[in-house]
């Protein structure tokens, strides 16, 4: 079955780093588009970013743009978020998702357990 493995999150300080990981397992990885999507206590989920199934490709959220990176590895089944300059609106709990194209709102499918990141001083 489909799983979706997050990891990486964790306490940092405004302006600080975090790389998000993504594990995929059950279906052809390549195949799909791939979106981190991401829930703050009290709001309603939020896209972030989308990768083209090859990586030709990439979409972001106006909140990240320019500081966020999506990049992926076909050939290990990951997804990563590379997250610079962090914010205290960022906080919140990232999932990866499969979406069926570039666009916030297109995702779909299971979710994992996601991974939380707190950004506070």
């Known amino acids: 079955q489909v799983q979706l493995v997050e990891s990486g999150g964790g306490l940092v300080q405004p302006g600080g780093s975090l790389r998000l990981s993504c594990k995929a397992s059950?279906?052809?990885?390549?195949?799909?588009?791939m979106t981190w999507v991401r829930r703050a206590p009290g709001k309603e989920g939020e896209w972030v970013s989308t990768?083209?199934?090859?990586?030709?490709?990439?979409a972001y959220a106006d909140s990240v743009k320019g500081r966020f990176t999506i990049a992926r590895d076909n050939a290990e089944n990951m997804l990563y978020l590379q997250m610079s300059n962090l914010k205290p609106e960022d906080t919140a709990v990232y999932f990866c998702?499969?979406?069926?194209?570039?666009?916030?709102?297109?995702?779909?499918?299971?979710w994992g357990q996601g991974t939380q990141v707190t950004v506070s001083s």
């Open positions: 998702r499969r979406s069926i194209g570039l666009e916030a709102g297109q995702d779909f499918g299971s």
């Open positions: 990768i083209q199934n090859r990586g030709q490709t990439t």
């Open positions: 059950g279906f052809t990885f390549s195949n799909f588009f």
